[in-house]
């Protein structure tokens, strides 16, 4: 069983940065491949970045060339840092993690969430 935590979340001005957080629990963080997920008020929950266990990275276009997923598996803990931030990226974020390392960008192939941190960007 893996246990996630995040912090971070906060309300910033438009252009402005964030970094969050994801503590995990377990000896076997970095065979695990973690993601972050979003979700907005009324819409789906969609995939933000993930980097696997071998730590290949990878993001949504949306957010690519401002957001970086990065990892240290010394502390159990994945990063995603926030640049250039825009009113659209407020959504609650989520960390997500699954033993392996995968490719997978659908939330149904995660096993473990956090639960959660506001993310708030006003214009």
């Known amino acids: 069983q893996v246990q996630l935590v995040e912090s971070g979340g906060g309300l910033v001005q438009a252009g402005g940065s964030l970094r969050l957080s994801c503590a995990a629990s377990?000896?076997?963080?970095?065979?695990?491949?973690m993601a972050w997920f979003r979700q907005a008020p009324r819409k789906e929950r969609e995939f933000v970045a993930r980097i696997r266990s071998s730590g290949t990275t990878y993001a949504v276009e949306s957010v690519k060339g401002r957001f970086t997923i990065s990892r240290d598996n010394a502390k159990n803990t994945v990063y995603l840092q926030m640049n250039s931030l825009k009113p659209e990226d407020t959504a609650v974020y989520y960390c997500?993690?699954?033993?392996?390392?995968?490719?997978?960008?659908?939330?149904?192939?995660?096993?473990?969430w956090g639960q959660g941190t506001q993310v708030t960007v006003s214009s």
């Open positions: 377990g000896r076997t963080f970095s065979t695990y491949t």
């Open positions: 997500a993690a699954r033993p392996g390392n995968y490719a997978s960008l659908r939330y149904q192939d995660y096993n473990y």
